[in-house]
């Protein structure tokens, strides 16, 4: 069981109406959402793939259920898009990876929604969704290294300019994540 | 509710063999548009998914023509119809594939190959949407069905309208781009279910082993059907010879190209048999002979009444795969840059083995998309 922002029942729909119902909800939801479509119509995975790779949203994964199938489609916020970061401390995928071969000691939070890290994460990382951030703190610890990652470094930009608000010291965010991570990873499907 | 003409499967066979001119809009996803569409000479194509119309068909508007028919079509039916009524309520006049791909992917043309020798018929199911060829041959009212398609009805019912029994069913290999229809015709009727045993060697039911030589007769006059061993596409496969007139193929020789030798993964191994088949075993036949493959690649190889069939010799003059006299070349051909495979192409394997049984839905979308059969 994933968490998830919202629930679309689809299942039973046949071809449009899968599609034309989570058009309707992902315009209900905030930048950064994430939706969980129920479906039973097999196409529905081709068609929610490309649609949303059209319209921007993110497409996270599917789960085969067998008789159902459960798909992870994220709404898509413009100040993602853009590719500056504002949190000077920065380090590369290839430095993260180097720091996690050399078994130094540090603590990689992956700021992205449940749904995103249940698809995939580099093992050993703790899962902080970055609206669940202040709220969590007290599970990190101000003297560790701290390695901020998501999927393309905007919302660890974010985490890390909110950490070092609350004292942080030693922060940095790994850009650009997961969108082009190369290193080991697991999934929880 | 604005109105919308539906149409057929049927009604597009029509007017793919009779080349009448048609604009197909398919709403299907890029990708499964790029896999396979439906073909035809006087056909032209739009692809614009269905999702990218939700907010309405205004951006299209000025790419769908005046002066043609024009024909919505999605994968099941309900996208097109959504689509080709938002057309009609811009005043174009639409229609929309009844049943959609899935149903196209089903529809059987029979046409009437020729008479027989004792007063029969022999007929050719096209299978237009994936280009497959299946095979009825009547005598003195009994029948046989050969690489048949799962849709079985369609058989069973063109028996009963000709008045005839099918006692006799056969498939010349065991298919791997569609799941055979033949047992569950042979249990339906009671016939006989005839296999090329060296295909059939894992199958989880009882069947008569095909052998070089067998003889199959239909009728009381023994109109014959003679069996030839011909391995290359798979091992076992078996080419018939029809009233010693006609030459039935199987996967091994089609009209415009030759059978691929790597579906069951043994490209290496059965290449050399592919070779001695077609260069050896058909040299030695009469070029007379009308042959009839069990697919077509492009419509193209469609004659104009929609059948698809070519001599022997003429063959032996013009198809590039009997015309490469080094083995190394023929090799090379049938082995290397080979199309991809037909989809799920194992999974039909195991179907048709017995060893797994789909449900009606799961082996409809097993079998969507090309054959892809031949190497060219």
Known sequence: MINTDKILDAKGLACPMPIVKTK???????????????????????????????????????????????????????????????????????????QIQLNNKLVIVDVREEAEYTFNHIPGTLSIPIGELTNRLHELNGEDNIFLVCRTGNRSDLAAQLLVENGFKKVKNVVPGMSAWNGPMESGV | MVSVKEISAKDIAKKVIE??????????????????????????????????????????????????????????????????????????DTAYLKGGMKTWSEHLEPVKIGDLSDGGELYQFVRLGKGCLSYMAVSNREAAVIDSIRTVEVYLDFAEKKGVKITQVMDTHLHADHISGGRRIAEKTGATYWLPPKDAEEVQFSYEPLKDGTSINIGNTTLAIQSLYTPGHTIGSTSFVVDDRFLLTGDILFVDSIGRPDLAGLAQDWVGDLRETLYRRYKELS??????????????????????????????????????????????????????????????????????????????????????????
């Open chain 1, 24 to 98: 309707q909800i992902m315009n209900e939801l905030l930048p950064g959402e994430v939706l969980e479509v129920q479906a039973t119509d097999k196409g529905s995975t081709a068609d929610l793939k490309a649609w949303t790779e059209r319209v921007g949203h993110q497409y996270i994964g599917t789960i085969d259920e067998g008789n159902s199938l459960k798909h992870y489609v994220r709404k898509a916020s413009k100040s993602e898009e853009k590719k500056e970061t504002t949190y000077k401390d920065i380090v590369s995928n290839d430095e993260l990876l180097e």
């Open chain 2, 287 to 376: 070029g007379e002979l009308l042959v009839l493959p069990a697919h077509f690649m492009i419509m193209e190889e469609l004659n104009g009444d929609g059948s698809v069939s070519a001599k022997l010799e003429e063959l032996f003059a013009t198809n590039h795969g009997l015309n490469m006299e080094k083995e190394e070349e023929f090799r090379n051909l049938v082995t290397e840059n080979l199309p991809p495979q037909p989809n799920s192409y194992q999974e039909i394997r195991k179907t048709n083995m017995g060893k797994v049984s789909p449900d009606e839905e799961e082996q409809r979308e097993m079998e969507i998309g090309p054959n892809r059969c031949a190497v060219r």
């Open chain 2, 19 to 92: 080349k009448d001119p048609l604009f197909i809009l398919d709403v299907r996803n890029e990708s499964d548009f790029q896999d396979w569409k439906i073909e035809g000479e006087s056909i032209t194509h739009l692809n614009v998914p269905y999702f990218d119309l939700l907010d309405g068909v205004d951006g299209i508007l000025d790419k769908i023509p005046i002066d043609k028919e024009v024909l919505v079509v999605c994968a099941k039916e309900g996208s097109s119809l959504m689509v080709a009524e938002m057309l009609s309520s811009e005043g174009i």
